[in-house]
């Protein structure tokens, strides 16, 4: 069975930096896109950063972008995502998630509906 494992969730203060990461067993990080989203108290869940792990191109959502990086490691196994200049607006669960078996080697989808696997989130709290 597939299982996405995140981790690296913790409590930060304004400016600081937290790495997440999210661990497959059951499930080989190739020819998928791996995305991160997040979802606030009293929000809908939204994309924070994908990456296609075929071509290595990864994708930010314009709240994050020049702050967050997310990386792909095919020998872990494992998404990163590193989390810089970390504001109290970015306190939410963050979600790893999988669409498997895309052919292009670049592009992600950006909703939520089309990832196949979830991992259990992991807390992200800034405070100022």
């Known amino acids: 069975q597939v299982r996405l494992v995140e981790s690296g969730g913790d409590s930060v203060q304004a400016g600081g930096s937290l790495r997440l990461s999210c661990a497959a067993s059951?499930?080989?990080?190739?020819?998928?896109?791996m995305a991160w989203f997040r979802q606030a108290p009293g929000k809908e869940r939204e994309g924070v950063a994908a990456?296609?792990?075929?071509?290595?191109?990864?994708y930010y959502y314009n709240s994050v972008k020049g702050r967050f990086t997310i990386a792909h490691d095919s020998d872990r196994n494992t998404v990163y995502l590193q989390m810089n200049s970390l504001k109290p607006e970015d306190t939410a669960v963050y979600y790893c998630?999988?669409?498997?078996?895309?052919?292009?080697?670049?592009?992600?989808?950006?909703?939520?509906?089309?990832?196949?696997?979830w991992g259990q989130g992991t807390q992200v709290t800034v405070s100022s």
């Open positions: 990456v296609n792990t075929g071509g290595e191109n990864a």
């Open positions: 059951g499930y080989t990080m190739q020819s998928s896109c």
């Open positions: 998630a999988a669409y498997p078996g895309i052919t292009r080697l670049s592009g992600c989808p950006a909703a939520v509906t089309a990832y196949n696997y």
